[in-house]
């Protein structure tokens, strides 16, 4: 099985830099994903990490030990908008995705 | 143009009814996913549906029946709906890139979900 253990509340205020971690435990892995959904909408891709490292875009990192089963996501410049919740996902046999929970980004002004 | 659309976007109901989801992608994309998040938001895998055949069932009451007239379509019926059947049920769809970690990867797009209630 799957488990992902990712904190439930983050707060920041605007301009700030905020990092979500996610660490798991898979029995079959094969990448870490980021999704960011607002109330009442969709989860959206984010980012995607398939091997160790760094991957940015734009305002947005994402970071992947699969030795320490451990990843994260770096918000920059934080802006209101970007509050929502933010799910990590590991990706497993047959592109099946397992999410985490869910953390609520609360970006105040 | 939308990529990935199901109706209806909202669905109240009684139990022991029955009813359809539907979903349909125009992204090409080779699998298709249902998943439910429930009132805390967790997000759940139902099934998984690789060109037309279905690759992953995860436990789902038999009372769910996934349809995949073709890759570009997948339905969703319920029989006998239950309170604990009230969710959003997500529809979404990805390309497979199998095994390899190292190509990029777009994720899934997800539909913009149903809001089932069943009263």
């Known amino acids: 099985g799957q488990s992902l253990e990712q904190p439930s509340e983050v707060t920041a205020v605007e301009g700030a830099i905020v990092q979500i971690n996610c660490t798991y435990q898979t029995s079959g892995f094969y990448g870490l994903s980021w999704y960011q959904q607002h109330d009442g909408g969709a989860p959206t891709f984010l980012s995607y990490n398939g091997l160790d490292g760094l991957e940015e875009t734009g305002r947005f990192s994402s970071f992947l030990s699969r030795s320490d089963s451990y990843g994260y996501l770096l918000l920059q410049e934080l802006q209101m908008k970007d509050s929502a919740s933010y799910f990590c996902a590991v990706r497993g046999g047959y592109s099946t995705l397992t999410f985490g929970k869910g953390t609520m980004l609360l970006v105040s002004p | 143009d939308t990529a990935v659309s199901q109706t209806p976007k909202y669905l109240v109901t009684q139990m022991g009814n029955d009813k359809s989801i539907k979903c349909e992608q125009n992204l090409g994309h080779d699998t298709m996913y249902w998943y439910k998040q429930d009132s805390k938001k967790f997000l759940k895998i139902m099934f998984s549906y690789n060109n037309k055949e279905l690759i992953i069932n995860e436990t789902v009451p038999n009372r769910f029946s996934p349809k995949s007239p073709d890759k570009a379509h997948l339905n969703l019926h319920i029989n006998s709906l239950e309170l604990g059947d009230s969710a959003v049920y997500f529809c979404?769809?990805?390309?497979?890139?199998?095994?390899?970690?190292?190509?990029?990867?777009?994720?899934?797009?997800f539909g913009s979900g149903t809001r089932l209630t069943v009263v």
């Open positions: 979404a769809s990805s390309q497979d890139r199998g095994g390899d970690r190292g190509l990029p990867n777009y994720g899934y797009t």
